[in-house]
């Protein structure tokens, strides 16, 4: 079956521009996580959906960054007014149930380069 | 808070040899999961292997096995009869249930395997 979608694959934009970035999730997956991977850098969380509760934000690095999920489904990652280290892998991935020894399963990521 | 470090950002092996990644956590959960992905340079993260807390019995899956002491905080990844589609990065990555589905990562070891 079809895994994580990812899109663009690619992004380049200016400073100052604001980017969305896409995933679809696995059919059926409640869960859904979005993680930043800077050059060189270990996978930092960001956002976390699960079903209709409300989403864990805590890994947000600042007010620009926002993400919804439409319909339990699709999500957006949105990056407002983007500054130049903001450049990284934005990955995406979903898992079947919420919480504990849930596999994720990741996407191929979308590569944002901030000029 | 919960951390995984990752002391060896780079490592090499010859094709055929065995190669050790060493991770260490650290928590005051007694209940929890562990887990090893790999990136190859598609960006898309492959589990590799995952060892719960409470099993003392360390996991194997065909060429990859773990070596998992709880009291020293220690899961590191041992890879047999290392092959060229092994090279990659490697993330050793923690999660309980009180964080539910998320993942907490090192910072990540690069394997290269030379023919």
């Known amino acids: 079956g079809a895994g994580v979608s990812q899109s663009p694959s690619n992004k380049v934009t200016e400073k100052g521009k604001d980017v969305e970035l896409r995933c679809d999730p696995i059919s059926g997956h409640t869960a859904l996580y979005w993680y930043r991977q800077s050059l060189g850098q270990g996978l930092e969380f960001l956002i976390y959906?699960?079903?209709?509760?409300?989403?864990?934000k805590s890994g947000l690095p600042s007010d620009r960054f926002s993400a919804e999920r439409t319909g339990g489904s699709v999500s957006t990652l949105t990056i407002q007014r983007t500054q130049q280290e903001d450049s990284a892998v934005y990955l995406c991935?979903?898992?079947?149930?919420?919480?504990?020894?849930?596999?994720?399963?990741f996407g191929n990521g979308t590569r944002l380069t901030v000029t | 808070a919960q951390t995984v470090t990752q002391s060896q950002p780079e490592m090499s092996v010859q094709e055929a040899e065995t190669v050790t990644l060493s991770c260490t956590y650290d928590?005051?959960?007694?209940?929890?999961?562990l887990f090893w992905y790999k990136q190859p340079p598609s960006r898309q993260m492959i589990l590799v292997i995952r060892?719960?807390?409470?099993?003392?019995q360390n996991a194997t899956e065909n060429r990859f096995s773990v070596n998992f002491q709880k009291a020293a905080k220690s899961f590191s990844l041992k890879i047999s009869d290392s092959q060229l589609g092994d090279a990659a990065m490697y993330f050793c990555a923690y999660q309980d249930r009180n964080q539910g589905g998320k993942l907490i990562f090192g910072q990540g070891t690069e394997l290269s395997v030379k023919p």
């Open positions: 928590t005051s959960e007694s209940d929890y999961y």
């Open positions: 991935a979903s898992s079947p149930t919420h919480g504990y020894n849930s596999p994720l399963h």
């Open positions: 060892q719960e807390a409470y099993k003392q």
């Open positions: 959906f699960q079903g209709n509760s409300a989403p864990d």
